[in-house]
């Protein structure tokens, strides 16, 4: 598609149930970033997919969250058991090239999925 | 990669330039900068980037100190659009780029 796509633009849950969050990248993007912005604050990195593999989970904040990438385009990011401090804009981004040496490598991203948690 | 600081917010007339600064004293020779802004309800959006030499594109001009510890975004002509986040990141080259780290960005509030 034209930009990265990311559905739903909102979703609103009861504490304690799983969620699923969906992303599309640009199509031809081999990477693929999911960020999640807390009010008033800059986006945190969560996890990044070079291809189908997670190349950086580092930012995922505990074992409740997952994130997939099965056939190298769409990911979804999973949610167990969500807990109130999970509110926020989860952010997806994509990106065409994976790590040139000339820093030319600028990612494109979504609008959010806003996700309360209540 | 290397911290960046930048004022919290500023406010500029539309119409005129916007120079919004960066500090990133720790900035290594491989760590490029990278402007991002972030207007309400959207998602980041690339601005421009460079690593020694001054940049310019259709939305802005950056430039780069000689010593590299410090860098400037302008905007030629703000318009009410540009209200938004701005953030400053530096961010290596090569396989270990990938991560943007944001801070919390300068708010920018362009006013008639």
């Known amino acids: 598609g034209a930009g990265v796509s990311q559905t739903p633009s909102n979703k609103v849950t009861e504490k304690g149930k799983y969620v699923e969050l969906r992303c599309d990248p640009i199509?031809?993007?081999?990477?693929l970033y999911w960020y999640r912005q807390s009010l008033g604050q800059g986006p945190e990195f969560l996890i990044y997919?070079?291809?189908?593999?997670?190349?950086?989970d580092s930012g995922l904040p505990n074992d409740r969250f997952f994130a997939v990438r099965p056939e190298g385009s769409v990911s979804t990011l999973k949610i167990q058991r969500t807990e109130r401090g999970d509110s926020a804009v989860y952010l997806c981004?994509?990106?065409?090239?994976?790590?040139?040496?000339?820093?030319?490598?600028?990612?494109?991203f979504g609008a959010g999925s806003r996700l309360t948690v209540l | 990669d290397a911290k960046t600081t930048q004022p919290p917010s500023m406010d500029c007339a539309e119409g005129r330039a916007a120079n919004l600064p960066c500090n990133h004293s720790t900035i290594s020779g491989n760590e490029y900068v990278y402007w991002y802004r972030q207007i309400h309800s959207q998602g980041p959006q690339y601005i421009i980037h460079g690593l020694k030499n001054n940049e310019t594109n259709e939305m802005a001009s950056l430039i780069i100190t000689e010593d590299r510890k410090s860098s400037t975004l302008i905007l030629p002509h703000a318009t009410l659009r540009d209200t938004a986040v701005y953030y400053c990141i530096v961010r290596v080259g090569g396989a270990a780029g990938n991560k943007l780290t944001f801070g919390g960005g300068t708010r920018v509030l362009v006013k008639p």
């Open positions: 199509s031809g993007h081999t990477a």
């Open positions: 981004a994509s990106s065409l090239t994976y790590g040139i040496s000339s820093g030319a490598n600028v990612l494109t």
């Open positions: 997919f070079q291809g189908t593999g997670a190349a950086d």
